[in-house]
């Protein structure tokens, strides 16, 4: 029979818990401290999301946890209901993408299934410098047999990403299942409505 002792942080935990889809050792710390969870430029509270970048502070949808949200999903999925009711062209939010939160700016809605299509801003956009790495292998490994490890630490210094003001990709559509967080405005929409 498995040994089935409680960790210190199920003893002491108070209750406080800030939503994220992170699981590590300093998340679990920021809530065993009571204290929000900051990671890619996100600030994870227990009821919201402030983006360290822009100052904007999002409120949590939570979709798969809140019985109301369950109503909204099942109203989203059968088309009883569409996003043109909750946003407006120019209305911001944070998206799912790529098991990462990303800004999302909505420029309009497609005509027949009402997805919202925008502007994602993702965190990063990493890049390759092959011409760079090109020229350190003529320099320094001059065709000499090197060990893997070596290798692989050597060419992760070419890899490089830029600012997030620059990592924009237009025309990508926000589908109501990647809705993660929204501002106070449309969150009260949210809750006039009963979804919240």
């Given at each position: 029979m498995a040994n089935r002792r409680m960790t210190q942080y199920q003893v002491n935990s108070k209750g406080y818990y800030n939503q994220h889809p992170y699981n590590n050792k300093e998340s679990r710390w920021c809530d065993l401290n009571e204290v929000p969870?900051?990671?890619?430029?996100?600030?994870?509270?227990?009821?919201?999301v402030e983006d360290q970048i822009t100052g904007q502070v999002y409120y949590h949808l939570n979709m798969h946890y809140n019985n109301n949200y369950g109503k909204l999903y099942a109203a989203m999925a059968e088309n009883t209901i569409d996003p043109t009711v909750f946003f407006k062209e120019g209305d911001s939010l944070l998206i799912k993408h790529q098991q990462a939160d990303v800004r999302f700016t909505i420029t309009g809605f497609s005509s027949r299934a009402k997805n919202m299509v925008g502007t994602r801003?993702?965190?990063?956009d990493w890049a390759f410098d092959q011409e760079g790495w090109q020229d350190y292998k003529k320099q320094h490994l001059d065709g000499k047999p090197q060990?893997?490890?070596k290798v692989w630490s050597d060419r992760s210094a070419f890899w490089t990403t830029g600012p997030v003001q620059t990592n924009e990709q237009h025309g990508k559509i926000a589908r109501f299942w990647n809705w993660q967080a929204v501002p106070k405005e449309t969150f009260l929409r949210f809750q006039l409505l009963g979804f919240c």
């Open positions: 969870y900051a990671r890619n430029g996100y600030l994870y509270g227990p009821e919201t801003h993702l965190n990063q060990e893997n490890w």
